[in-house]
């Protein structure tokens, strides 16, 4: 657990809280030494300074002498004499291929030029010899070094031995900080902040169901060091942790839980493991340092805390499409009233979060945060939505997610079809599995039959995500289905709860939706009550097998009756368990095959030769045998007689 130097608190501005994301490491670097870098990169060029006259590059305290020389001989900087060859690793307009910046355009005051980075080191400097606690580059670390001295006779704290070599040198550190440029100008973004960050429920919810939300760029803030490997598994995200977010850069205690073990005490009186921490704690909480009261908050490291209204004007712009969801246990009402006063939410496209009113914050009273919430938010013309992350649900979830399946596909919105009618009519569909080897042969085998036959294949999300080149190939031949978003072991699907259901099933639709697919009829693992009810809100229409290979009733496949069989002879009796599960029916229906079983890739060419030249039925579409099943259930229905009143 990292633990930081209170004295390196809310007093300084100019110094941001940075953290290598490859190995969680926290590295401070002043905000006016990543502005000179950043200047440095942009005009292909490094100060005279920072080199001797041969163009060797002096070490760091030499070079921080030098800077301090100048500024106090008033000499500022000299425009440099050497050739710079630009580090291809790091992020630069020019090795992008973006060229030099534009002359002609006007500079902010938000961004770094020449004039006013010779400005501010002058005046940074000037400080610096009249107060010690200035932060600078080597100042910063020998506080880091005190810190670490101090942490190593503390036996409540937990030290990170490898913090000084997470980022030991400036190329390192820079090629880091690129990734998170000040404001560029060039062109929008969509970025999601993530506040309060926990096991990445956020993270997984926004990618798997938002629309669009694998485009985003994440960027997390979670105060539990330990919880850091839940985000590990998501590209395209940037996670800062151990950082709190704030109404002021420094440095603050962060209140979290130990681990987990059988005979610990119960959270707030349920038995539960928060994961997270929060910022503010009662009183009683506070000193009570053993067990850490209530809410069992006994491990109290401090941590980095960023003013979140300034990082957001500083790394996002106005053109960009901004998120934000600020769930961070009561930090929100101090981060709230600094962005309303900065006119931060111009930056701020949407706003989700939640409110902790019951929470002890200092500085406010239940009425002051009431007030915030429900009064000077929306005459500022803020609305926040609620997102509840753990338990899967947003609350624009259902407006951003309308019904996509078109009115007139054939059958109703929740219906379950398991027939064609009575007809002698066959739908031929494949439940493709997560095996993609044995998908394709599949497949591929059933593209090559000598004539195209009307066949579905029903695909998972997390297989149309994974592989999405086969499926862009594959919906230019065959019909697609869908499945939920992956597989599930046994019968684990029937048993989850309505939201669990629902972010499946839009996981699964968005995932085809990306590939240019609308899906209309869903073969579920498992029919239930709550997965009826889920399917119908989305407007598919659901398919239940009438025969399938393997069969999962009768007759099933085992080593005995089946695979001790040469090949040759395990095709006649797969055959002879279609057929007679035909004859038993006595009309038509669907038809379904597993590609993950390795016989289907086997079986199939002489099945299709089968119902093509001797079976008396006729190869029908999905949406012909659901057609033929409504036809022949509305007959039933015109036959039937009037009911008897008694």
Known sequence: ????????????????????????????????????????EQHGQTNSIDKTASGQKLPEVQRVDARATLAKE??????????????????????LGYGEPKPTRKPSPKLVTRTNLKKRWEELHKKEKEDDSTVTRTNLKTRWE????????????EHNDDI????????????????????????????????????????????ETYPGGRDFIIHSFEIDSRLAPYFNPFPNHHLHCPVGVAAKDGSMTAFTEAAWSPTRAKNNGKDMQWGGGTLFVSQDEAQNTDTGGKRLLNVRPTIPVVDLSLWIQNHTTKEDYVILKLDVEGAEYDILKKMLADGTFGWIDKYYGEFHHAQPVEGWTVEEKHQLANVQLKEHGQNMLDWQGESRNYADFVQMHPVRVPLKSPGIPGGVYDNCGKTTKI????????????????????????????????????YAELFPEDVKQWKTKFNIGIREDGSYPNDHFSKLPANWVRESLVSAEVRLQELGIQPEYYLPVQLTKTVINEAQKRGFRLVSPTYEFPPKTGMTLEDGNYYKYRDVERIPKALRIIYESLITQSHGGFLIFDTDIPDTRMNIVFLLDYLVENSGYKLVSIANCVESSLESKHAVEEKAPEPVLL
Do not use: W
Not at 167 to 195: A, H, T, V, W
């Open 1 to 40: 657990m990292l633990v930081a130097d209170k004295r390196l608190s809310a007093d300084y501005s100019d110094s941001y809280v940075r953290i290598n994301e490859r190995n969680g490491h926290v590295q401070l670097k002043t905000g006016n030494e990543q502005q000179l870098q950043r200047s440095k």
């Open 74 to 95: 008033g000499k500022g900087y000299e425009e440099p004499n050497v050739t710079h060859k630009t580090n291809s690793k790091l992020v630069t307009r020019t090795n």
């Open 146 to 157: 005190n810190v670490h001295k101090k942490e190593k006779g503390d036996d409540k704290m």
């Open 164 to 207: 000084d070599g997470g980022m030991s040198n400036e190329e390192e550190i820079d090629e880091y900080f690129s990734k998170f440029p000040l404001n560029s100008g060039d062109g929008q973004r969509k970025i999601l902040l993530d506040c309060g960050g926990n096991i990445a429920s956020t993270v997984e919810l926004f990618r």
């Open 427 to 462: 739908a031929l569909a494949f439940a493709v599995g997560m095996n993609a080897k044995r998908a394709r042969k599949v497949v591929n085998t059933i593209s090559a039959y000598r004539q195209h036959l009307p066949v579905t294949l029903f695909i998972y999300g997390d």
